[in-house]
Structures are given as structure tokens and as C-alpha cells.
């Protein structure tokens, strides 16, 4: 039985396309029904989370979830692929190596632990992690049936080495920033992140969309063109990029 975007605590942005805010970090699940198949962006900080936002998927569209794209190899976006074994998996060329070798999946737990995820949890899921099967280097077109295709955009490195962003064309064109684009808070520059391309990554984000898209946050609420260039121009303020 299905259930509206509403009931099940999801934002619908244009037809057959939403997101919800996941609880605990405001991670970002989006989600995208065409006719045939049905794509997840980002599957939250655990195998139950990932789980969760499946069968709501499942509810909302009253068919599988069949793709999934992970934004960037951060554990409140991945921890949660075990629960899409079935799923054909997308994610920026690079990012499987990150999410293989033992000593990056070490640091994905620690970070998990240091952000509040029980430690128990944190092993389980980075254990079970599984690398993306398909990765983006340029652009990849997802046709999901009934003349719906959506873009996978490599448009990294910036908040990460490897930031994949999801284009949905349409009536408005929505396109799925990851964390290149925070809201609820000032963008993230860990140890993993690029800041001298930082900049450019968000203007790449901007040709995508154009002036008339809404953007996607990895955190916070959908904002508009006229939020992301500002968010460009203080980063590269803020970390000395020239414009």
C-alpha cells in the first residue's frame, strides 16, 4: 500500500521526486520513481537507517528501490548501503577505494564514534560496507522508464576527493548537492577535503542546475541558485581561492 510523501515524513520536490531529513545529523535521503525503477541518493548512518529510508521508498513508489547513488564517502551518507544489496550502486570514481582499504574504513568508524554513533554500530556498518559497482568519472544518464533519466554528475573533488551530484530534470529541475552545499550549518572541511577546488565544484553544481533548480543540501533545507553561489563565493573567501 502506498502512502503520501507527507505521511511518511518526506518533502516532495517535483513529481515522483522528494527527500527527507534524517534524524540525529539532518543527513539528506533523497529519492527519484520513474517507471520502471526507482533511485536513492545517499542511505543514511546505519544498515537500520538504510533500511528505513528502503521501505519508505518502497511505500512511496509501491515499487524496489533499484539504483543507488552515494554523494561522498562520508558515514552519514554510506553506512546505511548495506541495506541496498540488490540496488545497482553509483558513486565518484575513487570513492571505492575509500570504502575498501582497511585503514579509510577504520577512520569512517572513528569519525562515526567521534560524531555520536554507538561503536558497535559504527563496526558493524563499516564491516559490511560494499564499494560502489559503477563509477562516474564525467556524467552517467540513469534512465529510469516513462522518459524520466537523471544525470550523475562527478563534479568533485571539493567537500571530499570524490563528490557526485544527481541532476533530475524537469519542472523544476532538482539537483542533489551532497555536501558541496550545506544549509543547516557552515560547510565541513575535514581532512578529506579539496578547498582550493571547493569553489569551482559549486560553480559546476550551478551550470547543472542553472538559476531556476532547486538545490539539495546534504544537510539542511532546499535552498535556490542565488544561496549556492554565495555559499561559493564565502568558501572561496574563506579559503583563499581567487574567483
Known amino acids: 500500500m502506498t502512502v503520501t510523501w507527507e505521511e511518511a515524513g518526506w518533502e516532495r520536490l517535483a513529481a515522483g521526486v522528494g527527500r527527507c531529513r534524517l534524524p540525529v545529523w539532518d543527513c539528506t535521503a533523497g529519492l527519484v520513481a520513474g517507471a520502471g525503477a526507482v533511485l536513492v541518493i545517499d542511505a543514511g548512518s546505519s544498515p537500520a537507517e538504510g533500511a528505513r529510508v528502503r521501505a519508505q521508498a518502497r511505500s512511496l513508489t509501491g515499487r524496489r ?3 543507488l547513488a ?3 564517502p562520508h558515514f552519514d551518507h554510506v553506512f546505511g548501503a548495506a541495506a541496498f544489496t540488490d540496488a545497482e550502486v553509483f558513486g565518484a570514481v575513487g570513492v571505492d577505494a575509500v570504502l575498501t582499504r582497511a585503514r579509510d574504513r577504520a577512520e569512517l568508524c572513528a569519525d ?3 560524531n ?3 561503536e558497535t554500530v559504527a563496526r558493524e556498518s563499516a564491516d559490511r560496507l560494499v564499494p560502489p559497482r559503477h563509477l562516474v568519472s564525467g556524467e552517467w544518464t540513469l534512465d ?3 522518459g524520466r533519466q537523471v544525470l550523475l554528475a562527478n563534479v568533485g573533488p571539493g567537500h571530499t576527493g570524490h563528490d557526485l551530484a544527481v541532476l533530475v530534470p524537469g519542472n523544476p529541475e532538482v539537483v542533489f548537492c551532497g555536501d ?3 544549509e543547516s550549518g557552515e560547510p565541513q572541511a575535514g581532512p578529506d577535503a579539496v578547498p582550493a577546488r571547493w569553489p569551482a565544484a559549486l560553480d559546476r553544481l550551478l551550470a547543472l542546475g542553472g538559476e531556476d533548480a532547486l538545490y539539495v543540501p546534504g544537510h539542511g533545507a532546499v535552498v535556490d541558485a542565488a544561496f549556492v553561489r554565495a555559499q561559493r ?3 572561496a573567501a574563506r579559503f583563499g581561492v581567487s574567483s
Open 65 to 67: 528501490v533499484t539504483h
Open 70 to 72: 552515494l554523494t561522498h
Open 112 to 114: 562515526a564514534v567521534r
Open 116 to 118: 555520536g554513533l554507538a
Open 144 to 146: 529510469l522508464g516513462g
Open 180 to 182: 558541496l552545499v550545506e
Open 233 to 235: 563565493d564565502a568558501l
